[in-house]
């Protein structure tokens, strides 16, 4: 990868997560360590992010709010089509007739909504983009979760959403996230959707992890969970092996799509 074009996807990176380490986009990049560093070092002296031991911040060092604000929601749905696609159609396979299961926000949980059509199952969602994929199928019941619209990312937030998930009991949920730790953490970059990722865990009955193999290991300020909080995880051939190791040895069943 060119140096202009790699400089563009760590500053990409950083401005979804507020912060992230030299290991994670050197995996994520494809190259190596000191690579990273030497090129955290031209854009701290750019001024463009503020270089930290193991790592860079944003320059005010603050986690951001609404990290995908400047990511529209069919931008972030273009990238690794196959792999999400791959994922989605696996995950599908999980769910019986006459669950109830609760769908986060996310353009994969976006691509499982479209895998139960036609299915005797109950959505619970706070995903409006899981509602435009179901609302005009007379087989699936869907439960849409109340809040504050999150407009960049189709999703509703807030005291509301979480409150009415406190009614909610689901045989499983399918989670999304930003990325797993190479410990297994489970990581966000969005300081109003993780109170809700917690909630859904607390509401159903199974956690199951929809995350592609880019996010193995994965960036994110927020913990949302830790690995034995999850019970299965779908992700593609190519994800991280010490990462799904550590996953696994907390107890999570590791499905490859």
Sequence with gaps: MLQRLRHAEIMRRVRLSGATSVRDLASQLGVS??????????????????????????????????????RPFAEVAAVDEHDKEAVAVRAADLVNDGEVVLLDIGTTTMRLARRLRGRRV?????????????????????????????????????????????????????????????????VDTTLAEVPLKRAMIASAGQVVLLVDRHKFPGTGALRVCGPEDIDVIVTNKGADEETLRNCAA???EVLLA
């Design 33 to 70: 360590p000191s690579t990273i560093r030497r090129d955290l070092e031209v854009l701290d002296r750019d001024g463009t992010l503020r270089r930290v031991r193991g790592g860079a911040l944003l320059l005010d060092g603050g986690v951001s709010v609404d990290a995908d604000a400047d």
């Design 122 to 186: 109950t959505v619970v969602t706070s995903s409006l983009a899981v509602l435009d994929v179901l609302r005009s199928d007379s087989e699936v019941e869907v439960l849409l979760l109340g809040g504050m619209v999150r407009r960049p990312y189709h999703s509703l937030v807030g005291v509301l959403t979480e409150a009415a998930l406190s009614q909610v009991v689901a045989d499983r949920v399918f989670l999304g996230a930003s990325g797993v730790r190479p410990d297994g953490q489970l």
């Design 250 to 252: 907390a107890g999570a």
